[in-house]
């Protein structure tokens, strides 16, 4: 099965979604879900309705304190779509001020000097919406990691010095948005959510500033199961979130995601669109492909992901990305640049 639907009730369904719905300001989502009118989110909530996950990863949503936004826009989704009685979220690393100057500018106080970018704190963050029990007292949040706490971290170095300066790095985090470890209890026994979304690999100089955090943020991933920080996994888990960076095609440094999809610890199902997708170009399947990006961005991607422990089975994987003139087609272009990416797995629990 490829076409995203009900899934049957021996299937867990885990999905990654990045909904672009951040805003401008604090408090703007949460105006624009209660309104009921805004296109976007009416869209967001459509694709979500359509693909009814179980478990749901969702990025660029703004954070607020009581999750007034986050718990309004699963109130929207379970008008139309499934019912998630269980949500989590933790405040990002985007928008936390530093006082610093983080990127280099030699100005102070802009979204880059935060410790993940963000107009202001809160701004694209990530929440998990559940149709099971979360273990709120078993998450372990990486999100205040140093970068230089990192094993061969790759920080930024100009002329022979710390880009841009000891004192910068001495208190920049590696997370861009988060890292957690979230235990689930689902049907089968219980799973570790490891979720994240890593920064973007341009926007910055010729240190590389970005392009070497977000290659340290997809590596972390190897380092825990490494048990580098704390024990390892033992439950069954997933990796899933925003690497915001292609295997194959499009820039920046693609050793760390090549070595996670290729660790026989996790499986990558290669959840894909429906083809054949003609991508002038394109060296890698293009319908791997979870975003486009318009001009002048660099088009179409795999960046968003789904990868499974190894002792999972796997019965289906797909990328939302209906084709023009099908069911959904128009939701999903409304929506976000992404796509929804899903993955359906098994729930037996494993042998003893």
Known sequence: MLVAGGAPADILRIATFNTGLERDGPGLLLRDILTGKDPQVDAVVQVIAQVTPDILLLQGVDHDHDLHAVRALRDAIARSGPHYPHIFALPPNSGQPTGLDLNGDGRLGGGADAQGYGAFSGQGGMAILSRYPIDRAAVRDLSGLLWREV??????VMDGKAFPSEEAQAVQRLSSVGHWIVSVQAPGGRIGLMAFHAAPHVFDGPEDRNGRRNHDEIRLWQHVLDGAFGPAPKARFIILGGATVDPVDGGGRKGAIRALLADPRVRDPRPMRLGPVPVAGAKGDP??????????????????????????????????????????????????????????????????
Not at 151 to 156: R, S
Not at 324 to 343: C, D, I, N, Q
């Open 151 to 156: 094993p061969g971290a790759l920080l930024p």
């Open 287 to 352: 319908r791997l492909h979870t975003v486009d990006w318009p001009a002048p961005g660099p088009g179409p991607l795999r960046v968003d992901y789904v990868l499974p422990s190894a002792d999972w089975t796997v019965r289906a994987a797909g990328v939302h990305w209906p084709p023009k003139g099908a069911p959904g087609h128009e939701a999903a272009m409304t929506a976000s640049a992404h796509r929804l990416v899903w993955v359906d797995l098994e729930t037996d629990p494993r042998e003893p």
